[in-house]
């Protein structure tokens, strides 16, 4: 089992800045990767951003590249999602994961993703 602790969600201004934070617990040396996701009113969850657990490589979302940087702490256990140049369009209920599949290659389909946080709300203002 794997627990994971989101927080750092708030209100900003459209062009202002966030960093979110993922805290993991249990079993992490069991996680692969680890993966943030959005998701809007009436929308569906979509991938943010991930980062290999091994390696550190990171993935992002085409809309996110530029605003948007995964990084994790050097015990590997919490990651951090900083965005800047926020805008209205990326108010969401952001969400970790941890993808704990025996695998070679990261993985931006949430399916993949056993373990998840509560999520924390981000709203941008215009």
């Known amino acids: 089992q794997v627990q994971l602790v989101e927080s750092g969600g708030g209100l900003v201004q459209a062009g202002g800045s966030l960093r979110l934070s993922c805290v993991a617990s249990g079993r992490t040396f069991s996680i692969y990767a680890m993966g943030w996701f959005r998701q809007a009113p009436g929308k569906e969850r979509e991938f943010v951003a991930a980062i290999r657990s091994s390696t550190g490589q990171t993935y992002y979302a085409n809309s996110m590249k530029g605003r948007f940087t995964i990084s994790r702490d050097n015990a590997k256990t919490t990651v951090y999602l900083q965005m800047s140049n926020l805008k209205p369009e990326d108010a969401a209920v952001y969400y970790c994961?941890?993808?704990?599949?025996?695998?070679?290659?990261?993985?931006?389909?949430?399916?993949?993703?056993?373990?998840w946080g509560q999520g924390t709300q981000v709203t941008v203002s215009s």
């Open positions: 994961a941890a993808d704990v599949r025996t695998t070679v290659r990261v993985s931006v389909y949430e399916s993949d993703y056993r373990y």
